[in-house]
């Protein structure tokens, strides 16, 4: 299993970014499907969970109405669409493969700086 996020960057307040997760060595289209972020000096904060085909979606409530998860099963690829971004999300965004147990496979994640 492998799992790799990008499109991660510095971006200005009130931004947007989206970023990638590119999935690989298992059925993609056979499993939920998260992002998880961790600010510095904080613990980890889950952010959003798709489902296999896509079409039932959860947010936490700090970034709802904001960020958007989306997937697409025929390029293996999760997506996370941020807007109106605030200094509070600033963190480093994994993605997550969801199990029965939990998330059992995390990738390395990608960086992301809100800041004027």
């Known amino acids: 299993v492998q799992l790799v996020e990008s499109g991660g960057a510095l971006v200005q307040p009130g931004g947007s970014l989206r970023l990638s997760c590119a999935a690989s060595?298992?059925?993609?289209?056979?499993?939920?499907m998260s992002w998880v972020r961790q600010a510095p000096g904080k613990g980890p904060e889950w952010v959003s969970t798709i489902n296999t085909g896509g079409g039932r979606t959860y947010y936490a409530n700090s970034v709802k109405g904001r960020f958007t998860i989306s997937r697409d099963n025929a390029k293996n690829t999760l997506y996370l669409q941020m807007n109106s971004l605030k200094p509070e999300d600033t963190a480093l965004y994994y993605c997550a493969r969801v199990a029965f147990a939990g998330m059992d496979y995390w990738g390395k994640g990608t960086l992301v700086s809100v800041s004027s």
């Open positions: 060595g298992f059925t993609f289209s056979s499993y939920y």
